[in-house]
Structure formats: C-alpha cells, structure tokens
C-alpha cells in the first residue's frame, strides 16, 4: 500500500515559504542558480504539492457524499454561486505548488520530478473539472508571471481533459528517463518511478473512464487502457493518504475526527444508510459509524419530539424498519430493550431533511475508525457521549482512499456491463472489489482502535459477499447487474463522495429496481428539494469581480440544468 504519511508537512511548509521568500516566482530557473539548487527546491515543493492531491480529493468530498445521500451536506440541494466560492479559491491556490514544480522541472534535468508533477495536475485538474466544467487552465496562475494574466480564459472542460490525458502520458514517459540525483521528500510514492507509473495509469483510467460517453472514441481508448494494464491493481499498491495523530505544531488528524476532538457535531449519516447496513449484516458497520446514546427519544415529552428528526424517521419509531430488524435477525415478538437502544444509537436523517438542528449533538451517529481514525462501535461495545469523553480521544489517524485495487475493479466492472468492449469476469472482479473494500476498512479499524475493534469472522464476509452474488445474479440483464454494483459503491463510498458522485452522473445508477433483497435505489428525498440534482457545482459569484471572462458563466450556467460534457445521463429525481 502507497501509505501516504504527511510527516513532511511541517518541513513542505516551511520549505515552500523558504522558496517563495527567496525568489520571484516568475525566476524559476533554479537549475541555474547554486543558491538554489534544484533538487532541494524541489524537494520542498513536492510534499506541498502532493498535499494538494490530497485536497483536491476532500474540497467537495462531503458535498459529494450529501449529492449521492450518504450524510446530510448539501442533500437539500439549495446551491447558489456563493456556495463553493472557497473551494474555488483553493483549487488555484493548492494547484500554484504544481505549476511551480512544472515550470522548474522544464529544463529537463529532473525528469522525475516533472513526472509526478505531472500525474498531480492531472488527478487535481481531473477532479476540479469534474466539479465545475469549463475552468481557466491554459492561461491560469500567470498572476505573477513576467507576461501577467489576471483574467485568465475559461478553457472547454473537454479541451482540459485532453490535455490531461495527454499529461498521464507524458508521466510515463518522463518518469522513465533516468533521474540524476533521488527524489526527496516524496511522501506519497517514496520516489519509485514504477510507483508513480502506476499512480499515472490509474488516473488515466479514471479519466478515459469519466469522459468516454464525450469523446467520439471513448470506449475504444478505454478498452485500450485497460488492456495495457500496469494501473493499480493490488491493494500493496493503493493510493491512500494516511493521516496521524499529530496535533502540534500541525494538526494532521483527520478532518472527521474534529467531532472526537470537540470541533462541532458530526453531520447528520444517511438512516437509509446505517439502517440497510444493520438489517444487511454489513462487516463494515461497525467501523463506519460510532454510537453516541441507547436512548430513545419519548414522544410524550415535547424536548425528546422535537428532537426527533424529521417526520418519525427515526429508525426506532419505524415500524417497517423494526420488522426488518426482528425478520433479519429472526427475534419473534417484541424487541428487547438492548436490541431497541442498539438501533437508537444509529442516529441521523433522511435525504433532504430540511427541519431544523436541534441540541441533538450527543445524540448523532458520528463517524467511527473508516475512514475517521475514531472508535469502533459494535453491538457489544457500550454507547459513550463524545462530549468530555477524553477517553475516546483515540487519534484521528485516518485516512482517504484517492485511487485504490476496489476502485479500478469497480470500473472495470462497470465498463464491462455497460457494453464499452471492454472484457473480463465481471462478477468475479465485483467480489474482489468488495472483499478488497471490505479489508481496507477492517484494518483500519484495527489500527485505530486496538483495544476494542475485532475483525469479523470469515464465515460473516463470506456471507455478505454471497448475497451479493446472489443479488448480482438474479438481475435479468447487464444493467440490471450495473445497478446493482452501483448500490455496493455506493456503500463503500463512504469516505469517497467524488467516486459515487461521478458514478451517478456517468451512469444514472443506483437507482430503485425490482429487487427487494436490497433496497438497490437510494431514497428520493422526503422533502422536495428547492432544485434539481446537483450535475456541477455552481459557479462562484466572486470570481465574476475578478475576471471578466467568469461573467457569463455565472450567469449563463445553471448546476442542476447544465452538466459537463461527459454527463449524458442527466440524473433526476425520482417523485
């Protein structure tokens, strides 16, 4: 596993604040220059630069998870253009260590430098443009250059694709030649070339894989990527950021754990969510979410009432769900006191409860060991307030999967059933993936909770995973079977909202079906929302002050009516 560490962050900050108080940006002839030498500064830049990765994955990593209603973040859907003004601003900012290390590395003396500068922009860019279409790149962070640029054009998202397909490729190729002097402060690959190749084919993949219903020769590029292989196939070789349990002088814990620490309440987590995990005898449950209470709310007292969330969707007063449980776990007549309270801690919302937040944060389910680094929550284990609970205060060494073996399963997957030419055992590489998710999390929650998290039995995943199969089967057609694997995503998508986001997009799926095993679809909101499903995030109002060009794209562009260019499904809601 590629066990991304930030210990560098410290050194990357200063290192990078050295850089930019040496020299004027635009002077990036550092090869040239004894005072600066160019595998130091480089070697500065790059942890910086691979933090950016990072950020480029969480920006709109919650929004993502509350699109696809996995937790309630934006699963009301009432977006305007002030809404990701801030993420916008970051992306460029982040992406300014990228484009210093390119402008560095042109000279050709670090080949592989250049090489993972390269992989970097394309994932980032890849992610960005996913976010919001059509955005300024060619012409882009040039506010300090010699020729200056601040109202950058906005370059066509299918234009900025290319280029970034191209990217990859060049990776490849530079991250070949020989590099005179080692790599250095490389946290994310160790400054292996095979391990960055690897890194780039993957993002490649994922972006022949977005785009191919928007390119006229999508499919067949895609077969070709997955034929030459040599992308990430082995969870020894994830991509994964791992977070510590650092505090000082750097907080790098989690960003989940803030709700362990005493930072705010945890989003409210989807009931569909926790609650099809519970009656599915999900291995995972258990590590996904921690239990805050066993208390259930008295609908006799007006506090408890208000408290309870939106319409009686609370899993303990839902008698539908309270049959599923007795059903599932084959209890005949009334639940017992234990059983009640364990459902009770499960905490959350529907889609698109737009009631309001009351003093319920002691009570919320809040994320537990995956991908939080917090504590793991089974039956077994009693239900303990984060509030005051120093005990609990485990860590926070967490993490986010950017590019893992389930993922490029998945996709294959996908590719496979949605008639793109591309071949394989669909079914057998559906199993891989979700005993390969299923591991990830497990020895997650090992490692951030030992003295309570107990792997599941064998005969447990084995179990699950046969349903699955079962499930996977008795679907009449490929997309049919599609639709199922899309459900499964979307439960190991917990941690990773821009996978299911842009599955969503690229395939319309999960959505409800005739299988009742499984509750294959994800709920309609049960509140209307004020718009339409989220096809790009909005543009921000304030770039519109700044640059000329943005204008039209505020005003001109609608997020739920006008989707980037690989979106031919147009997702709706379901009424």
Request: hydrophobic content about 40%.
């Amino acid at each position: 596993m590629i066990n991304i560490k930030n210990g560098f962050r410290t050194l990357a900050l200063t290192g990078l604040i050295g850089v930019v108080s040496s020299c004027n940006l635009t002077e990036l002839d550092i090869n040239t220059d004894p005072n600066r030498p160019a595998t130091g500064s480089l070697g500065l830049l790059l942890p910086v630069a691979e933090n950016a990765a990072r950020d480029a994955f969480n920006n709109v990593n919650g929004n993502a998870m509350g699109f696809a209603g996995l937790w309630s973040v934006s699963d009301a859907y009432n977006l305007n253009n002030t809404s990701f003004q801030g993420t916008w601003n970051a992306a460029y900012q982040q992406m300014q260590s990228i484009e210093m290390m390119l402008r560095a590395t042109e000279d050709g003396k670090n080949p592989r430098y250049r090489g993972i500068a390269q992989v970097l922009k394309a994932y980032c860019m890849g992610n960005y443009v996913d976010m919001f279409g059509d955005m300024p790149y060619t012409e882009a962070w040039k506010g300090n250059a010699e020729a200056q640029n601040t109202s950058p054009k906005f370059d066509k998202d299918s234009e900025i694709y290319e280029d970034l397909l191209k990217l990859c490729d060049q990776a490849v190729v530079e991250l070949a030649k020989p590099q005179p002097v080692a790599v250095i402060n490389d946290y994310m690959g160790g400054g292996n070339a095979a391990t960055w190749t690897r890194i780039a084919k993957s993002v490649k993949l994922r972006l022949l894989l977005n785009a191919r219903k928007g390119r006229p020769n999508g499919n067949a590029e895609l077969k070709a990527a997955f034929d030459a292989g040599g992308y990430i196939t082995a969870a020894a070789n994830n991509w994964t950021y791992l977070y510590s349990t650092q505090i000082s002088p750097v907080d790098n814990r989690h960003p989940w754990y803030g709700t362990y620490a005493g930072l705010g309440d945890p989003n409210y987590i989807s009931h569909q969510l926790m609650g099809e995990m519970i009656l599915n005898k999900d291995p995972r449950l258990p590590f996904y979410f921690y239990r805050q209470t066993t208390r259930i709310l008295d609908q006799n007292n007006p506090t408890d009432r208000g408290t309870t969330p939106f319409g009686g969707s609370y899993l303990p007063l839902r008698e539908s769900f309270l049959a599923d449980y007795k059903k599932a776990f084959n209890i005949a007549g009334a639940l017992s006191t234990a059983d009640l309270g364990y459902i009770a801690g499960f905490f959350g919302r529907d889609r698109a409860d737009v009631s309001g937040a009351p003093a319920d944060g002691p009570l919320r389910a809040t994320p537990g060991t995956y991908p939080a680094g917090g504590v793991y929550s089974d039956k077994g284990t009693a239900a303990v307030a984060l509030t005051g609970q120093a005990a609990l205060n485990y860590g926070g060494n967490g993490q986010w999967p950017l590019i893992n073996s389930w993922n490029t399963k998945f996709w294959q997957v996908e590719a496979i059933l949605d008639g793109t030419g591309v071949t394989g055992d669909a079914k057998a590489l559906f199993e891989a993936a979700i005993r390969e998710q299923v591991a990830v999390v497990v020895a997650q929650g090992l490692k951030s909770d030992p003295s309570k998290a107990k792997a599941p039995a064998a005969a447990e995943t084995d179990a699950y995973v046969k349903e699955w199969m079962t499930l996977y089967d008795a679907a009449p057609t490929n997309q049919g079977k599609l639709n199922v694997v899309a459900k499964q995503i979307w439960f190991c998508s917990w941690g990773q909202g821009m996978e299911i986001w842009n599955l969503q997009r690229r395939t319309g799926y999960p959505v409800q079906s005739q299988f009742k095993q499984f509750s294959v679809g994800i709920q309609s909101p049960i509140s209307k929302p004020p718009r339409q499903y989220a096809l790009r995030l909005p543009y921000p109002q304030g770039e519109g002050a700044l640059n000329p060009n943005a204008t039209k794209y505020i005003t001109d562009i609608v997020f739920d009516r006008d989707p980037i260019f690989w979106d031919k499904t147009k997702v709706k809601w379901e009424f």
